[in-house]
């Protein structure tokens, strides 16, 4: 296995989950890693992505609620995610961008319900 998710689960509305992908050695250094979500019945969206120098993006419904980070030295990747809001709930995938392959995990469920 490539990259893999974990993290995800059943979180109340307000509450707090961070999301780890590990990465093998060989897809992670020096490339650009993401963040996507997939919600049911819509598109994979990407929700933020990091660069191997760390400067970060995201799109506008998670700015200033989630940061995403990266560990170079254990090849891992995270996505901190405060505020949480029921229309978060979506099945997170992590990608790494090398050159024009692209990689994807298997995909963490975040649920967010009272």
């Known amino acids: 296995v490539q990259l893999q998710a974990s993290g995800g689960g059943l979180v109340q509305p307000e509450g707090s989950l961070r999301l780890s992908c590990a990465a093998s050695?060989?897809?992670?250094?020096?490339?650009?890693m993401g963040w996507y979500r997939q919600a049911p019945g819509k598109q994979r969206e990407l929700v933020a992505y990091i660069t191997s120098g760390g400067s970060t993006n995201y799109d506008a419904p998670v700015k200033g609620r989630f940061t995403i980070s990266r560990d170079n030295a254990k090849n891992t990747m995270y996505l901190q995610m405060n505020s949480l809001k029921p229309e978060d709930t979506a099945v997170y995938y992590c990608?790494?961008?090398?050159?024009?392959?692209?990689?994807w995990g298997q995909g963490t469920l975040v649920t967010v319900s009272s």
């Open positions: 990608n790494a961008l090398a050159g024009t392959l692209s990689y």
């Open positions: 050695g060989s897809i992670f250094s020096g490339n650009v």
